[in-house]
């Protein structure tokens, strides 16, 4: 008993004497650690968990209770003050009784964790953010908006570090969130091929034995026929072609000179353009499907179908206001007839080239990354010659056949990310809003194929119409 009076008089010393500091404070830190109730007056009292509370009273109180001392633990400082400390979250009541016994008040004692310095840490961390944070029962809640899905991850971080595995996450993201990405396709093939070669027939008779034979292309007997006929060969394959031929005595000899020169140059472009939101999958395909058999058991076949074309897919994610992670596959095919495979039956099942890239980046609003890039250069050279004649100065050219091919192949895939957002429909016009279809006097009269008399001439309308097919269509660049 003696220690009890001697610990009620040390906490009422100690408050007293922290009054003179308490009155200099802010009055929201007065509020914080004092708190006055009144006679019949339900109230709650807010007390964080592991820090103290000082309630103080209107009226002088004879006895005081509390329902759950596992929540909060209770002391009296002086007939009407009380010191109401935090133990562990709950809600539990404090009741108040006068010295005849009458009921003063019941006060709803609510103890959650601290919460103070979590905020504290937030608004140093994250200044300007539109977060608020409550407490239910032992964990954190947090609400409100944030500018990007990065910064809202890192208050769900730091909040993981005051109320592990009990934080509710009740904020939204603000701002713009959606995506356009603007994929480039550059391909340049570029092809030379050079071939000279000389054939040699010969046909007569020395020494009573016949001779009927030649060399290189024409080393055919209906090469040698045409040869010695006067034609150019029907197996002849280059574009030039000259064809000497004599007789030497009793035998006819046959020259054939063949040169060819081939250049040929190939340029592929293609640009696909598609809006998603921050973190939701957008697909895009422009080409086609081929259709390719398929053995199944029970000497069955069926059909699977395999994409063609221009495809894009990829998922944006906003990670801080105008900064943007691209996850994307972009890929270009096209049906490659030379490289088919016949299975018998008439049926022939063609092959693909394609060119295919797989990457993440990370890039802010309007800027570019190049993501993949391809310079193949091939190079074949051959020679072909008679053994030992072929070797004889001058001479020898007749009987050699030389040629090469160089193929050049460049390819560049270039990305652009746009943040997006949506307009008013009247804004926006389409390519063939543009053409509209003649009549029978414009078409046979006039000779017009379209009619441009739609065509928008005044506000944003009239500004995308000027682009003549090209442009930003359906969206507006932030």
């Known amino acids: 008993m003696k220690i009890d009076r ?30 006055v109730v009144k006679r019949g007056t339900a109230s709650t009292l807010d007390v964080p968990m592991n820090r103290a509370v000082v309630v103080e009273s209107d009226i002088p109180f004879a006895e005081l209770s509390i329902a759950n ?7 009296s400082l002086s007939d009407r003050t009380i010191y109401v400390l935090g ?28 919460v103070s310095e979590f905020k504290e840490r937030l608004r140093q961390i994250l200044p300007g953010e539109r977060i608020e944070v409550r407490t239910a029962n032992d964990g954190i809640v947090l609400s409100g908006v944030v500018s990007s899905t990065q910064r809202l991850q890192r208050a769900l971080d730091l ?40 054939s040699l027939a010969l046909n007569g008779a020395i020494g009573g034995t016949g001779i009927n034979g030649g060399t290189g292309t ?17 197996v002849n394959q280059n574009a030039g072609a000259v ?17 060819l020169e081939e250049k040929g140059v190939v340029r592929f472009l293609a640009e696909p353009n598609l809006v998603a939101l921050s973190g939701q999958e957008a697909k895009f395909l422009a080409g086609g499907e081929y259709p390719v058999p398929v053995a199944q058991s029970g000497d069955r076949i069926s059909i699977e179908f395999k994409p063609f074309g221009v495809e894009l897919a990829f998922v944006p994610r906003v990670v801080d206001k105008d900064l943007i992670n691209l996850e994307m596959n972009a890929a270009v095919s096209a049906i490659d007839p030379t490289n088919s495979i016949a299975l018998g039956n008439g049926v022939e099942i063609s092959a693909f080239t394609r060119r295919e890239t797989s990457t993440t980046v990370e890039m802010r609003d309007g800027e570019s990354f190049a993501i993949a890039g391809l310079l193949t250069d091939d190079f074949t050279d051959n020679s072909r010659q008679l ?25 560049v895939i270039i990305v652009t990310a746009h943040l997006v957002s949506p307009t008013r429909g009247e804004a926006l016009v389409l390519p063939t809003d543009r053409i509209k279809p ?4 414009d078409l046979f009269l006039h000779g017009r194929t379209a009619n441009d008399a739609r065509t928008p001439r005044k506000g944003a309308a009239g500004e995308v119409a000027k682009q003549d097919f090209q442009g930003s269509y359906g969206y507006v660049l932030d």
Do not use: C
């Not at 003649?438 to 006097?441: H, Q, T, Y």
């Open 159 to 198: 909040a993981e570090r005051y109320a592990p595995e009990r934080v509710s996450n009740l904020m939204s993201v603000g701002g713009i969130q959606q995506v356009m990405m603007k994929v480039r396709f550059a391909e340049m093939q570029r092809n030379v091929s050079k071939s000279l070669g000389s």
């Open 69 to 75: 001392p596992g929540i909060a633990d209770i002391s």
């Open 438 to 441: 003649p009549s029978e006097k």
């Open 243 to 259: 064809l000497f031929g004599f007789n030497a005595g009793s035998t006819q000899v046959g020259i054939l000179l063949e040169a």
């Open 87 to 114: 133990k562990s979250p709950g809600l539990t009541t404090l009741t108040l009784l006068d010295a005849a016994g009458q009921l003063i008040t019941n006060v709803d004692v609510r103890v959650a964790a601290d």
């Open 387 to 411: 053994p030992w004649i072929g070797d004889v100065p001058v001479l020898g050219a007749l009987f050699r056949s030389a040629d090469y091919q160089r193929s050049q192949t460049e390819l």
């Open 6 to 35: 001697f610990l009620k008089a040390a906490l009422l010393g100690l408050t007293l004497g922290a009054m003179p500091l308490a009155m200099s404070l802010p009055n929201t830190a007065l509020a914080d650690t004092l708190r």
């Open 218 to 234: 024409t080393n055919t007997s209906g090469g040698v026929t045409n040869s010695l006929g006067g034609s150019i060969p029907s």
